[in-house]
């Protein structure tokens, strides 16, 4: 496998030396598509929030800033993340407000009826069987809880089949498929928000349980 194939396939599940750099990477590329994501999130505040699949801890500590009275679990399948997103969110995680664990989304551990608010920002590319995955998000949700499903494509976008193409098990998705997935899973009320950016369509679903 070619270095650029290799240093790609980092977004997958985050390892080595190379994963390293993709984590650092990743708040450069993934910023603005979370921070549009959470400005459209006008929710009452959720007490607990679990982030699924947090890479580098970022959006996690952007959750705990937008939500001061909240608690936060970050999880990630990848060793090195759960170690960068500790890293990432230090003060908070001696402060009591963020736990972060390592779980996977296909087989979660978490209690069920505990959170109020899911949040996957581009990661589901990566989930093994989407409705599985949406009826484990559903199960860890209370009811009436939300979760928030974020990605810097629709799909169709150029952007997206090239990443496609470089990166081995990544699924791409359009807003039909999400939903149906949604649905199919126990999720109802979604919610879809779409901005267009340079060369791809960012998309936010917001489902309820
Ligand atoms: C492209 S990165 C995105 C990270 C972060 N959410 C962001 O937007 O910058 C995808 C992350 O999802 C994690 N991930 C993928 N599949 C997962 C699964 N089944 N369970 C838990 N984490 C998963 C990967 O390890 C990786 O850290």
């Known amino acids: 496998m070619g270095l650029v194939r290799k240093f790609f396939n980092q977004t997958r599940k985050p390892e080595g030396f190379l994963g390293r750099l993709m984590l650092s990477g990743m708040s450069f590329g993934h910023a603005s598509v979370a921070d549009w994501a959470m400005s459209l999130l006008n ?4 007490l607990e929030i679990v982030e699924l699949g947090c ?3 970022r959006d996690a500590g952007e959750l705990l800033k937008k939500y001061p009275g909240s608690k936060v679990t970050a999880v990630d399948y990848s060793p090195l993340s759960v170690e960068r997103t500790k890293r990432t969110n230090k003060k908070m995680l001696e402060a009591g407000r963020i736990k972060v664990l390592d779980d996977d989304v296909s087989n979660l551990k978490l209690e069920h009826e505990k959170f109020d608010l899911a949040t996957a920002f581009e990661t589901i590319y990566f989930w093994p069987g989407l409705e599985r995955c949406f009826e484990n998000v559903k199960k ?5 809880g ?3 499903v974020v990605m810097e494509s629709n799909g169709q976008d150029k952007i997206i089949q090239w990443f496609k193409k470089r990166i081995d098990g990544m699924n791409t998705y359009s807003e039909e498929e999400i939903e ?3 649905r199919a899973a126990g999720f109802s009320k979604i919610e879809a928000n779409h901005k267009k950016s340079i060369g791809a369509t960012w998309l936010m679903l917001l489902a309820e349980k």
């Open 43 to 46: 929710i009452p505040e959720p």
């Open 55 to 57: 890479g580098n801890g």
């Open 140 to 144: 860890i949700l209370k009811p009436g």
């Open 146 to 148: 939300r979760f928030m």
């Open 180 to 182: 149906k997935a949604l």
